[in-house]
């Protein structure tokens, strides 16, 4: 018998796609919600519309009990209020129905300087991108404070999984790995929050099923896996089939890319969150998932880079 009805407003996204994989093993009746169904999953129905018409918001939610808010324009769209107008019409989709609506944060709503972030740590943006998302969560509160629907954040760092297209790794760490390069994101010394795809997803499942022991609007911090740039490295090195040499990302290829390419120039402006070392904790959370939780790191990571390895065998 299903725990419950999930849609998931974008489901072709990294985190839709594996937070709808995740709902659907725990036992949930899954729906996801976009332009095309391009990463079908065995047993989650779809529902095609368009995330700008209100229309099929509400019809694509009318019958969850939780609906998570993987919606995600391009990155150098959040502006000019586009952002915010997005969320705005999932918060009038859910209209007063009581559900649970779920929503995936990130770090951009910290300062640099901050160094370990708990739920409670205040939000002070530094660049308008963290401001737009501070908004976003603001906007969420308001709502579900005002008795209209519930919502819990789950924030959590930098994604990465098999088979992602445009992340990091795809489009940063391993763009040279078939030359036998790989290339890390800062000093090796620093720290960085990452999140393994398939754990975060568990994490939204594990707590979509504990919805009724929450309040009207939670704020989770899924600490995922804390590591230094160096231990990325000597994991990926670990691995690989074959040799590798390790290299500074040359970030000023990226920034002259970017004088042409919208996204890579905001991508850019984000470099400081990886010369801070930012960690997100919460004992709360960790205590709701229980011991062992997440894949070991060196697991994740030797999964995530299996594909490549073999695209550059197939080669």
Not at 19 to 33: L, R
Not at 131 to 157: D, H, W, Y
Request: charged share 20%.
């Amino acid at each position: 018998m299903s725990k419950g009805k999930v849609t998931i407003l974008g489901i072709n996204g990294h985190i839709g796609h594996h937070a709808a994989k995740a709902f659907h093993a725990a036992g949930f009746a899954v729906t996801g919600f976009g332009r095309a169904n391009r990463h079908p999953i065995a047993g989650v129905d779809f529902i095609k519309g368009d995330a700008g018409s209100l229309a099929d918001l509400r019809a694509a939610i009318a019958n969850a009990d939780i609906v998570v808010n993987a919606l995600n324009l391009p990155y150098d769209r959040w502006d000019k209020g586009r952002a915010e107008a997005q969320l705005a019409t999932v918060i009038t989709a859910m209209g007063d129905s009581g559900k649970t609506l779920m929503f995936p944060g990130n770090v951009y709503n910290y300062a640099a300087s901050d160094r370990r972030m708990s739920p409670p740590t205040p939000q002070r943006p530094q660049t308008p991108r963290g401001a737009i998302r501070v908004r976003q969560e603001e906007m969420l509160a308001a709502a579900s404070k005002a008795g209209k629907f519930r919502t819990i954040i789950v924030r959590a760092g930098d994604f990465y999984a098999p088979g992602n297209t445009g992340d990091w790794y795809d489009q940063a760490m391993l763009m040279e790995v078939r030359k036998g390069k790989i290339y890390h994101m800062a000093d090796r010394k620093l720290g960085h929050a990452w999140a393994y795809l398939p754990d975060l997803g568990r994490a939204f499942a594990v707590l979509g099923e504990k919805r009724a022991e929450f309040g009207a609007f939670e704020n989770f911090h899924f600490a995922g896996h804390y590591v230094t740039h160096g231990a990325l490295m000597d994991a990926i090195v670990k691995a690989a089939p074959v040799p590798l040499k390790v290299a500074p990302l040359p970030w000023i290829i990226l920034q002259a890319m970017g004088l042409a390419n919208g996204v890579i120039r905001e991508v850019v402006k984000m470099r400081y969150l990886w010369n801070n070392p930012m960690e997100l904790v919460d004992p709360r959370l960790e205590a709701i998932l229980g011991p062992d939780f997440n894949t070991p790191f060196e697991v994740a990571v030797a999964e995530t880079v299996k594909p490549f390895f073999a695209q550059q065998a197939a080669a």
